[in-house]
């Protein structure tokens, strides 16, 4: 039987990493502890969607997932979406619309649409909505932030097409 | 459940090997999603096997065969031949858990609210399992008990078979919930083979609302050989409360469900009926 020695080898925001963890760990926690802290922790069973992080570029709950599950992927947090001095587009877009209040589930939709606006050509808002269900506000009422959201697919869209590839690699390095 | 070690085999014939060596202090791990919420006072050793090429959904004859370690959104996204796997999947839980949780973890432990032991039943699939070598054995079987039972000696689940639905069969699923993305109040599956504007054959499942999954023998029986009307519908489905024993639950009265389960079969069938007749020419 192969045993694993208790570390992980993945790729965090572009740049590969080896993190010392158990078993037990969840993503979630290691990434707290090794001070990414813009992923949060909200109600730690996969509903709230604060903790989403993209593993190989799809939105997923770092509460649910054990460390060791991401051996050899590509992980992405909120710190490598936007800075407080280069925020992204949506994240520019929110603070417009006066989407964010407490702020504590911002993060998570940024990942979320991240994953989105990288992976679908076309943004209607069926597939907008799938992929936003699993990211809960409790402050807002969705409304800006969906009006936030709406405006930054638009703005994508009517960009052409090579701008488009340009700024959805960024980040993106495996 | 606590995790005192995680392995990852290099291949199906290792990933059984460690799981009968380590008995129950193993547990096999797909998404893991519902690792986190099992109970469970000893440590276990989790068995990864989602490197084990076990991620696919190719067509192969009169089948679709969809490997068990392969993520609900996957199924979900793909398009095939009158497939219509997509509907169901679209509605378990949120994007980020489809993204993650795996058809195989849905069905190889089934929890009380589990979707697809619902539709695999209506759609008659094939399961199979991998005890050294792989052996297929129909759903009705499958889900005769509580599925983990097969898989307490190391064996694995390793691929779903879903019959290509054929020209004059249809399919309709209703999942029953209080918001979109809740565990399901009720959720039914059906399907329907017309010969003209008559019912041949009907296989309608239930799940949620029910202490397991299973088939409704008694909503078939009043389908069989009648008209696919309304009416023969509304009739069928008014056999529900023979069908099963419905729960309560979270406020609301075993009645209450029986009959939300009355108008979800309704729906199903129509839906399976429209199916069967708009994709017929
Ligand atoms: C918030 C939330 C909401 C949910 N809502 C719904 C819902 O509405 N409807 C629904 O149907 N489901 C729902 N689920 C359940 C979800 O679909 C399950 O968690 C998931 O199906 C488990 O899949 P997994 O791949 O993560 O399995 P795992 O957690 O990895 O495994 C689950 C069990 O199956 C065993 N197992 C897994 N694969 C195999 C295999 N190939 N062979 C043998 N044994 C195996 C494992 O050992 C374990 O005992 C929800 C889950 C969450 C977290
Ligand atoms: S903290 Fe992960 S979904 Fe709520
Ligand atoms: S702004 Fe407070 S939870 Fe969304």
């Known amino acids: ?174 | 459940m606590k995790l005192s070690e995680f392995i990852r085999p290099a291949s199906l014939a290792e990933a059984r090997k460690s799981l009968r060596q380590l008995g129950p202090k193993g547990m096999p791990l797909a998404g893991g999603t519902a690792l986190h919420f099992m109970p469970g006072k000893t440590p276990v050793t989790a068995v990864d096997i989602t490197r084990l090429g076990l991620s696919y959904i190719k067509q192969k004859g009169d089948f679709f065969v969809i490997g068990a370690a392969t993520p609900l959104a996957d199924i979900q996204r793909y398009r095939g031949p009158r497939w219509a796997m997509h509907e169901i999947c679209r509605r378990i839980s949120t994007h980020q858990v489809r993204n993650v949780s795996t058809i195989g973890g849905n069905i190889a432990r089934v929890f009380p609210w589990a979707d697809l032991p619902v539709v695999l039943l209506a759609m008659d699939a094939r399961l199979v399992i991998y005890s050294g070598k792989e052996k297929d054995m129909p759903a009705d079987e499958y889900f005769s008990s509580q599925p983990a039972r097969l898989f307490r000696g190391g064996d694995l689940l390793t691929a779903v078979k879903i019959p290509v639905l054929k020209a004059h069969h249809g399919f309709g699923s209703v999942k029953a919930t209080r918001n979109a993305t809740a565990f399901s109040l009720v959720t039914i599956a059906a399907l329907l083979e017309l010969k003209g504007g008559i019912i041949k054959s009907a296989r309608v499942a239930a799940g949620s609302g029910i202490p397991f999954p299973q088939r409704l023998k008694p909503v078939e029986a009043a389908l069989a050989g009648k008209e696919a009307s309304t009416a023969v519908f509304r009739e069928a489905a008014a056999a529900a409360g023979a069908a099963a024993r419905w729960v309560g639950g979270e406020g609301m009265s075993a009645d209450y469900i029986r009959q939300l389960a009355e108008v979800s079969i309704l729906d199903a069938l129509e839906r399976a009926a429209e199916f069967a007749r708009g994709r017929a020419a």
Request: charged share 25%.
């Open chain 1, 1 to 174: 039987m192969t045993k694993t020695d208790h570390t992980v080898n993945f790729t965090l925001n572009g740049e590969k990493k080896t993190f010392a963890t158990r078993p037990d760990e969840k993503l979630l926690a290691l990434l707290r502890r090794e001070g990414y802290r813009g992923t949060k922790y909200g109600c730690g069973q996969g509903t709230c969607g604060a903790c989403t992080v993209l593993l190989d570029g799809r939105a997923t709950y770092a509460c649910l997932l054990y460390a060791m599950q991401a051996e050899g992927r590509a992980v992405r947090t909120i710190e490598s979406a936007g800075t407080f001095d280069n925020p992204s587009e949506f994240q520019k877009q929110l603070v417009a619309a006066g989407a964010v209040q407490c702020g504590y589930c911002i993060p998570g939709m940024v990942m979320s649409a991240t994953a989105l606006m990288e992976t679908e050509a076309v943004l209607e808002d069926e597939i907008v909505k799938e992929y936003m269900d699993g990211n809960l506000c409790r402050c807002t009422g969705y409304e800006k932030i969906w009006v936030a959201l709406r405006k930054t697919l638009d703005k994508q869209a009517a960009a052409p097409a090579r701008a488009r590839r340009k700024s959805s690699s960024k980040g993106s390095k495996k």
